[in-house]
């Protein structure tokens, strides 16, 4: 595994893993060189159709589920992908060989791999993650906006926008990258928002009851 | 310190601490016996006025900013004040020796105290507190309603609805006893979620951009 920049033509059998933000992969795919190349952006269908007109079945598109709020080399973490999820995309165009050779290394890296569809994770990606991003975006915003002293902060507010410190040059091109399906997802939540308000607004201790019971039983499927 | 239950009428000196959902607080502030009483309920000037009406100056309305998604015995923690704060919301009326012995017991958890209006702490809290879990049970009910499949959640998801795993009856009756408070700050969330989806839709970078920045800065500033 080696760095784009270093990357020789004929390094057939190496695996070129790109990392930069969504929207500046779709312009560094066609540029790298290398036997298999795969990607970890937080979005897929757009980056695996570069990545095939580029490399053909020895793309892969993946994304590994981990990361934190901090960037740079100085945020690196030898355990990050351990017990974590690896999303693999292959389509019916993706060499097998290559395949394995990403999954291996997903998995020499402690992560479990999971294979789908590039549109089928995009759209499960704006449910799981890219909403939560907008949603910590405009809470810290508003309760920012709402005059809340400095440093007068519970562990609710702490946790509910920890992802509200991640700088913005990603996320910028996530959101726009996966614009429709972050769309849906937002309005989605603006409904299940608009509903508990009124419970509330109305005093309708059933009504709250039953969206708090949802949610809770929503995330103890989903975290698992 | 003892339990109510077990409170001697006599007891003067001694501290009642009260800490039940803040519905069943009104109702049992009234009954509480013994020399300084207080409670740690998360909204004060209901609970304040109870107080008062049973205790006069010997009422201190009290808020630990601590806490956890557990409930019972089992989730009990010797550290879990240290180093956070302890809100007390005394008036005109309180007595002095009262503020202190609250104060003092306040500190020996290794708390540190804040004094402050118990309206302004209803307004504060609406915002740090009651709109982040509003958000996180909305986010947790949209996610699953969205369809997102067992086991597939990052750290995102995970951190921003861990709230969202408190069971109903403390929040049912928060939302409630802080009503009008937590709606307006639930409206302001609304109009800046709105403002982010819109420059998504919009594909205004620039936008995005500042309700991002904005994010940033005032969870960096509340946190301290």
């Given at each position: 595994m080696h760095d784009v920049a270093g990357a020789?033509?004929?390094?057939?059998?190496d695996v070129t893993v790109l990392a930069v933000p969504v929207r500046a992969l779709r312009d560094l795919v066609a540029r790298a060189r290398g036997g298999v190349v795969t990607d970890v952006g937080s979005t897929k269908a757009a980056i695996v159709a570069a990545g095939e007109a580029a490399h053909g079945g020895r793309f892969v598109g993946g994304h590994p589920l981990a990361g934190t709020e901090r960037a740079g080399?100085?945020?690196?973490?030898?355990?990050?992908?351990?017990?974590r999820r690896a999303l693999l995309t292959p389509t019916p165009t993706t060499d097998a060989a290559a395949l394995a050779a990403v999954a291996d290394l997903w998995r020499a890296a402690g992560a479990e791999v999971v294979e789908m569809g590039a549109a089928a994770h995009d759209e499960l990606m704006a449910a799981v993650s890219h909403l939560p991003h907008v949603v910590a975006y405009a809470l810290a915003d508003a309760v920012g906006s709402l005059g809340a002293p400095a440093g007068m902060a519970g562990g609710g507010f702490i946790d509910t926008t920890r992802?509200?410190?991640?700088?913005?040059g990603m996320w910028v091109d996530v959101f726009l990258a996966n614009r429709d399906a972050v769309l849906r997802a937002t309005s989605r939540f603006a409904e299940r928002l608009e509903a508990l308000r009124a419970a509330i607004d109305a005093g309708d201790e059933d009504a709250i009851r039953a969206c708090i019971d949802a949610a809770r039983s929503a995330r103890a499927r989903i975290v698992g």
């Open positions: 020789p033509e004929d390094a057939a059998g080399p100085d945020a690196a973490s030898a355990g990050l992908f351990r017990g992802i509200a410190a991640t700088p913005p």
